[in-house]
């Protein structure tokens, strides 16, 4: 079974900016997809971000396009959400994803995290 934890939520102001993390265990690290999904008060969760079990390609929203970066790191079975330029609209619990299967664009989710808050104020 895959355990995902995230790190880096927290509170911020609008064009700051913040990283979460993702640790993962329980299976080789490099077989996983990986990704970030997100759920605003009210709303449906929405995908954010993906990338491919090498790194070599990612997907993003149109939302955050151009803003966040997806990366991760084999050795430390780690996956990254870099967040610039945060807005208000940004504000939302952030979920690690895994997947054991990956199309190139968007994630299923095999695999959930327990979620981090993020919190932009304006």
């Known amino acids: 079974q895959v355990q995902l934890v995230e790190f880096g939520g927290g509170l911020v102001q609008a064009g700051d900016s913040l990283r979460l993390s993702c640790v993962a265990s329980?299976?080789?690290?490099?077989?996983?997809?990986m990704g970030w999904f997100r759920q605003a008060p009210g709303k449906e969760r929405e995908f954010v971000a993906a990338?491919?079990?090498?790194?070599?390609?990612?997907y993003y929203a149109d939302s955050v396009k151009g803003r966040f970066t997806i990366s991760r790191d084999d050795v430390k079975n780690t996956v990254y959400l870099q967040m610039n330029s945060l807005k208000p609209e940004d504000t939302a619990v952030y979920y690690c994803?895994?997947?054991?299967?990956?199309?190139?664009?968007?994630?299923?989710?095999?695999?959930w995290g327990q979620g981090t808050q993020v919190t932009v104020s304006s």
């Open positions: 990338i491919s079990f090498s790194g070599a390609s990612t």
């Open positions: 994803a895994a997947d054991r299967y990956y199309s190139g664009t968007y994630l299923v989710g095999d695999y």
């Open positions: 329980g299976r080789t690290f490099t077989s996983l997809a």
